[in-house]
């Protein structure tokens, strides 16, 4: 398994901003598909943002629409987390895989993952 290191994590208050960056060090691979998941106490982790760079689709969860970004610059991706909301407090994940693959997919099922930043966003 191919560990993806994140960073950018930290506490903010609402309305703050951040930006996660999702780098691989040493490797080199396509990151045709690539998404940043999260996942709060107690509950499930979801996908919010995932992007297919070759047919260039990209999906937002519609929780963070408008408010957050993803992109990829070489070897680093980005989510860039505008206008944050305590509700975006979670543990964030990045994933990439090169092709074949679906920007859909769910977590288990990319090749490349991380072990995740916390995120805490106060009132």
């Known amino acids: 398994q191919v560990q993806l290191v994140e960073s950018g994590g930290g506490s903010v208050q609402a309305g703050g901003t951040l930006t996660l960056s999702c780098r691989f060090p040493?490797?080199?691979?396509?990151?045709?598909?690539m998404a940043w998941f999260r996942q709060a106490p107690g509950k499930e982790r979801e996908a919010v943002a995932a992007?297919?760079?070759?047919?260039?689709r990209t999906h937002y969860a519609e929780s963070v629409k408008g408010r957050f970004t993803i992109s990829r610059d070489k070897n680093t991706i980005y989510l860039q987390m505008n206008n944050l909301e305590p509700e975006d407090t979670a543990m964030y994940y990045c994933a990439a895989d090169p092709p074949p693959c679906s920007e859909v997919q769910a977590w288990d099922e990319y090749n490349y993952r991380g072990q995740g930043t916390q995120v805490t966003v106060s009132s």
């Open positions: 992007r297919h760079n070759g047919f260039a």
């Open positions: 040493g490797y080199t691979f396509s990151t045709t598909c």
